[in-house]
């Protein structure tokens, strides 16, 4: 039976290939084919950068950099490992399982396959999905040489710490599900597990704290982060208390065979341990494996409506909407309405909880000693430049990765479009209505970056011609000015939905395949080209403005002169882009489109 499961998994891969070589006949999977892999020769591939192993840059600063970015690699993929094994005993699935499609589930439950071997069938598929990813990300990440080793040691490292996770997870889950089966102390055993992981935690923040404490109270502290990640490592409280994960991620930051060879030993036992623990489980997991293939169904399905999928037990119900929509008035408040209800459900709930919640975390944990060791030491202001590059660098995600993500628009509403059509309505109305709520959300983060951004830089007033007049007045620009941009880079998404509908749909499908990454990255390069076309000029001309009448005018009516011929430049682009696109979905028809 083992072997005609192996033939089962092997056969699937080699029909998935062929079916995705097969589709390279149609254009638009070869162009995105084409593009995807000289994305990668590029990019990944070519031994290039200012830290790759090519680099010139000195053996000693190389291993400087390559500690201090184990550390933080380490901090981080541990914290995010613990936080998830530790939700999955607060909050158990009521009936867990095993991942298995809905092929499998119909042809191999009712089969007579013991139990055994459906966990066994189940760890292998998960192999070849985690041996691919595998490869990939030590492709990707081998390009930062001062990390040491090489692709082989680094491909083998990332499969240790993958499936050491993956197995880890699936035996608490198990583990879980014969609790509530057999004993009568279920919550009692999850308080016990919770508290331990708690008190584990403590503990190894409590070393580590001590640690930089000691380090910063040293005379001559603050040298750089290196010499405080080695006064950690060189604790032995902290080391044993880090041993499980230093041992699985040991053999990802080997630097040569030898150094490998010690490390995957003691990592390979953990794997098989934690291989055992999984297979020899007796919980029953079909039902939950069916549930969870019902999830993935509804998920794909919800993510083919340009819908966010939902975590964990959802449940619908009836919500309020976002405002009272009144039975008469403008058109456009009615879409906005609507995008705005659906965006609630889909982009503001608890997925996007959890993401900000693990990042801040991470962040607090990681930068917060250093930025804190700098700030004792030299007195300067670390925080502010720290805040404005990140504001900076939100503002720029949000530019251009904002309209690819919040798709609450014509995109969402493409299989409505013959319905859509038959609104007595002018066709830019219908557009505007559709984008006001992507523009509204996307809005509102620009608005919280630049605030933030503002008030971080020269908190203390040092700069004498950054007064508060300027400032005031260069925020209430760019907030004028932050609608519109949001406004005009989402005509772009729409634009390529209503001219190449058939390339549209095969994007925005979350099928994968280096020939989807080619389609979405091409994607990606014209809403960057539209970007730089749009605001490059926009500030040159507000730059000009500024720079030629400051001396007669002054700071504040220069900038607000500036912003204001800004604003009637981004008014004009939005109007036009606003009326094509309503004029060409007006001559829009599905139906006669390649798809």
Known sequence: MARALLYLRVTTLVNMVVHRVRRMRQPKYLVGFAVACMYFYFVLLRRTGALGPASPVAAGDRAMAGLVASAFICTGASLLALVRIAWAWISPEERPGLRFSEAEIAFLFPAPVARRTLIHFRLLSAQL??????????????????????????AVGWWVILSTFDLHLNGTKLALSRLRETSRHFLLWRVCVVAAIVLYAGAVAWSASGIVDAYLSRPGAGRGPAELVESLMASPAFRWLILPFRIVLGPYFSTGYGEFAVAIVPALLLLALNYHWVSSSEARFEEGSIALAEKRAAARAALQRGEAPKLGAFKPRARQGPFPLSPQGLPEVAFLWKNLLSM????????????????????????????????????ADVYGPLIVGFCGMAAAYTLLLGPQIARQDLRSDLSNADLLKTYPLEGWRLALGELLAPT???????????AAAAAAVDPVGKIEWLTRGVRVTAVLGLCAAAPLLCLIQLLVPNSIMVLLPGWYQASRSRTAGIEMFGQRLIFGVVQLFFALLVILPSAGWAALII???????????????????????????AAVGLWWLGQRFERFDLSTESR
């Open 344 to 379: 609630r459900s889909s982009l503001l709930g608890r997925r996007a909880l959890v993401i900000v919640i693990v990042l801040l975390v991470w962040m607090a944990s990681s930068l917060g000693p250093l930025l804190a060791g700098q700030a004792r030491s030299g007195g």
């Open 129 to 154: 999905t985690i041996l691919f990813t595998s490869v990939l990300i030590a492709v990707f990440f081998n390009r930062a040489g001062f990390l040491g080793g090489n692709r082989t040691i680094h």
């Open 547 to 573: 720079f030629c009448s400051q001396h007669f005018l002054g700071a504040c009516p220069a900038i607000a002169l500036g912003a204001a011929a800004v604003l009637l430049i981004l008014v004009t682009e």
């Open 440 to 450: 509204a959300l996307l809005t509102l983060i620009l608005w919280f970056t630049i």
